[in-house]
Structures are given as structure tokens and as C-alpha cells.
């Protein structure tokens, strides 16, 4: 089993930037495709990005190109999701996730979920 843990949410204002972390324990994800989702209040939830288990792939979703970046430290079990320039609809819980099958962008390709942790983005 593995466990994730995301952190690094928080307040900020529009045009700013955050950095979200996942530590995963119980289990190394060096083999795992990782990724990010989010849940906006009365929505369901997206995919943001996803990285492919040695880093050298990444894929976003439009939405979040070239103001989001994921990366991962296999050796620190850890996958982080940088945001600049962050907008009021950026406002969601946002997840990390797991795949041992590689990445992917549909929620039916991970295999475990962070609890969340929110981010919040003011006008």
C-alpha cells in the first residue's frame, strides 16, 4: 500500500504562486506514474498534470499549461507541483495520485489518493 500525503495549500492572491508536495510513504513510487487533480467547490473533480515514472514526461491539462509544473524526487518518494501566476478558478482541494500502470489523465488510472489539501486564490 502506499500512502500520500499532500501539503503546501494555502491563501494567495491572484498572480501569485504555491508549491504543493506529495510525500508518499510504505511503499517507493520510483515505478509509479504520478499525478494531480483538483475538485472545485460544486464541481467534479479534473486531471491538472501528470509525470511519468522517471520524470521525463509530463503531460498538462490545458488549462494549467505553462503556469504549472509537476517534477518528482524518486530518491525522497516525493512528486511537487509548482503554480505561478495562480487565477481565482485555480481555487480547488487538490489531490495527488498514484498509478503503478504509468501515467495517466483519467481518475480510473490511479491507484491511490492523497487526502487533499486546499488551495485557495484571491481576486
Known amino acids: 500500500q502506499v500512502q500520500l500525503v499532500e501539503s503546501g495549500g494555502g491563501l494567495v492572491q491572484a498572480g501569485g504562486s504555491l508549491r504543493l508536495s506529495c510525500a508518499a510513504s510504505?511503499?517507493?513510487?520510483?515505478?509509479?506514474?504520478m499525478g494531480w487533480f483538483r475538485q472545485a467547490p460544486g464541481k467534479e473533480r479534473e486531471f491538472v498534470t501528470t509525470?511519468?515514472?522517471?520524470?521525463?514526461?509530463?503531460y498538462y491539462a490545458d488549462s494549467v499549461k505553462g503556469r504549472f509544473t509537476i517534477s518528482r524526487d524518486n530518491a525522497k518518494n516525493t512528486v511537487y507541483l509548482q503554480m505561478n501566476s495562480l487565477k481565482p478558478e485555480d481555487t480547488a482541494v487538490y489531490y495527488c495520485?498514484?498509478?503503478?500502470?504509468?501515467?495517466?489523465?483519467?481518475?480510473?488510472?490511479?491507484?491511490?489518493w492523497g487526502q487533499g489539501t486546499q488551495v485557495t486564490v484571491s481576486s
Open positions: 510504505g511503499r517507493t513510487i520510483s515505478r509509479y506514474g
Open positions: 495520485a498514484g498509478a503503478s500502470l504509468g501515467a495517466a489523465d483519467l481518475e480510473t488510472g490511479y491507484d491511490y
Open positions: 509525470i511519468t515514472w522517471n520524470g521525463k514526461t509530463t
